[in-house]
């Protein structure tokens, strides 16, 4: 199930920061724009990993932009319904999409959507990568995966993993582990990660497995207990918590995170949307905070991108075919 994008080769690839450095001689268009507000898309509820990572962004880039970043929170249909507000809006530069797993994920979930993520999105610049993290209710008497998959089995079809929609890689990578341990578990699906939280802190479900920038925090503060993370190494953030695949061999699922306008924006303000996340993504405050939530920074070239969701996508297909999940 490893994505040949792995942290690692991303990284050190060289495409990164080339490309968006090549910006002199900008076009006209690119030198006045933007000329009103940017809406910022976020396809789930405040509160989750992409609402906190849009808003991060937002702040910064509207400042070098020299216009307000505004996030707009568009939740419901696993992510769908804020894709598709982007894929309708004016490919001007003015509508952008904070594109993460849901939507290398939809494109073989989904039998129907009104939009081809690949030919009607395009890449703009990454973000971060980071893990998932598999996580509980403190009121579950369960310190590690061994003992929650015992727990699962002891009790069949009582145990409720939480999402934050259908589809999403938090929902994915539950089923995952569902097909890879043969535990039995309800998936209640959320409009969005921050109220399925709120519903596991206060034992109203049992399980999720949460991006970690919307989960650290509450793992810290101990009113989320951490049984592991999903990536093949442990985290830097969390040192101490272990992977998934040392309870289960070969288990392995990624969050990627990034930014995607609408089939048609000019490749000037592609590139300048670029330079300016990558130089962001540069500065050693920001680049703290990332960490700080348990990421990486993603500084690559839309291209780089663009082949970072064309491989996410392929790797997602293979994992909703194994587990058998749909969604009409």
């Not at 579950?140 to 145990?159: G, M, Q, R, S």
């Not at 969390?238 to 969050?255: H, I, K, M, R």
Request: glycine share 10%; proline share 8%; with cysteine.
């Amino acid at each position: 199930m490893h994505s040949k994008w792995s942290r690692r080769s991303l990284l050190a690839s060289g495409f990164g920061v080339g490309v968006a450095n090549a910006l002199t001689g900008r076009s006209a268009l690119a030198q006045t724009y933007p000329t009103r507000p940017i809406r910022f898309v976020v396809g789930y509820a405040p509160g989750g990993a992409t609402d906190v990572l849009a808003r991060l962004i937002a702040e910064p880039l509207g400042r070098r932009l020299g216009q307000q970043v505004l996030v707009e929170n568009r939740p419901g249909a696993g992510n769908n319904i804020g894709t598709d507000v982007v894929v309708r809006a004016e490919p001007d530069g003015h509508t952008i999409l904070l594109v993460n797993p849901a939507n290398g994920i939809n494109d073989s979930l989904y039998k129907k959507l009104s939009f081809n993520f690949q030919r009607d999105i395009a890449p703009v610049a990454g973000i971060m990568l980071s893990p998932n993290i598999m996580e509980i209710s403190p009121k579950l008497p369960i310190k590690t995966v061994k003992e929650f998959v015992d727990y699962c089995k002891a009790n069949p079809d009582k145990v409720n993993m939480a999402s934050s929609g259908i589809g999403t890689s938090l929902h994915m990578s539950g089923e995952l582990f569902k097909a890879m341990t043969g535990v039995p578990m309800v998936h209640v699906p959320y409009r969005g990660a921050g109220p399925a939280i709120i519903d596991i802190i206060a034992g109203h479900a049992d399980v999720i497995f949460d991006n970690l920038p919307s989960s650290i925090g509450h793992v810290r503060g101990g009113t989320l207990r951490a049984l592991a993370v999903t990536t093949a190494e442990r985290s830097p953030a969390l040192p101490d918590v272990p992977t998934v695949s040392e309870t289960v061999p070969g288990y392995e699922a990624s969050a990627w995170f990034g930014i995607g306008a609408p089939h048609k924006t000019p490749p000037d303000l592609i590139a300048r949307l670029n330079k300016e996340v990558n130089d962001i993504l540069a500065d050693p405050v920001m680049e703290k905070k990332l960490t700080d939530l348990g990421g990486t920074p993603l500084r690559v070239s839309p291209e780089a991108f663009g082949a970072l969701i064309v491989g996410e996508i392929e790797k997602w297909r293979k994992v909703v075919e194994f587990s058998g999940a749909t969604v009409d």
